[in-house]
């Protein structure tokens, strides 16, 4: 039998939302919204009681975590502790789980696929930054997973705006993803 929308139990991923990726001109031209779009999930989720995922990149000093570009540019970058790897100060993330990952997908190298394997999770609803790289990525590896994934347009934002609907455009046409608005997505989770 096949699930049907209200059958399906929600995880939120809140991805990147550091200082650092906010420094790029695009993405600060549009901070207040995409954190307030991440907050209003955030508070409807909490009411729903749907787990919510704060997710961030965070790379070692000793480049042992370091990407191809990274390695290639002899230049690292996000490293724990440094100011432009903490969370923005203005989402809320009381009550949720953190993860850290050092790749654009929130799924490789981490624990989330047993963690949502473990709630029960069946699509995860996605927000933050960047949509042509790490949003992507990790829609792309849920849809490899057999995880759902449901993407947020209110919630996301990317550096280079260019990319941003030719990304989204390919998530949906490869049905490796749903757009989802924020008021529909808060009121699936009031039912």
């Not at 995880?11 to 954190?35: G, M, N, S, T, Y």
């Not at 947020?152 to 990317?158: K, L, M, N, Q």
């Amino acid at each position: 039998m096949a699930s049907t929308r209200t059958e399906l139990r929600d995880a939120l991923l809140l991805v990147d939302l550091q200082e650092a990726f906010f420094e790029a001109p695009e993405l600060k031209r549009h901070r207040a919204e995409i954190v307030e779009s991440a907050n209003a999930l955030y508070r409807a989720a909490q009411r729903a009681q749907v787990p919510v995922f704060v997710i961030t990149t965070v790379h070692s000093r000793d480049r042992s975590t370091w990407t191809l570009s990274m390695l290639d540019d002899d230049q690292g970058y996000l490293f724990s502790g440094d100011p432009g790897t903490e969370l923005v100060h203005e989402p809320e993330t009381e009550g949720t789980t953190r993860l850290e990952k050092t790749r654009d997908s929130a799924w490789f190298g981490t624990d989330l696929l047993l963690r949502i394997h473990n709630l029960g999770v069946d699509r995860v609803v996605i927000a933050g930054v960047s949509t042509h790289a790490c949003i992507a990525q990790t829609t792309r590896d849920a849809y490899a997973n057999n995880i759902r994934a449901a993407i947020v347009p209110d919630a996301i934002g990317d550096e280079r705006p260019d990319h941003r609907e030719t990304v989204l455009d390919q998530l949906v046409e490869d049905r490796q993803a749903e757009l989802v608005p924020l008021e529909e997505v808060i009121g699936t989770w009031k039912e």
